[in-house]
């Protein structure tokens, strides 16, 4: 989807401050949003002309909808927010806890992808 310059600056500038929020690397945000890390990196560089799948992706992980409210500027998803919320309540500040709990969260995302797979496949 074609975007104006003014809402894509916009769109660039809450990819960088979510990822500069969240501290997480372009690997890491990529292994979330299912994207490759070059075409991770790229978009939270803000090096896109269109929305695509995988700046929808990306911006998913981050927990910024897409569909851009009558001012253009995204909104952050208030579900993400409560899960941002009781994750910092667990993090005990250090990069150790910040790795471990990442860690933990992929797995749980593997776990239900593979649970989802098996219910798909077994009705």
Known sequence: MKIDSKTRGKLVAAIQQRVADSGLS???IARAADVDVSQASRICRGQFKTVSQN???ICKALGLKTEAPQDGLPTVNPHFQRLQNG??????QTPEDADRLFQLLIQLAEIRQATNSKGATNP
């Open 55 to 57: 700046v929808v992706q």
């Open 26 to 28: 372009y690997s890491e």
């Open 87 to 92: 994750l910092y309540k667990l993090w005990d």
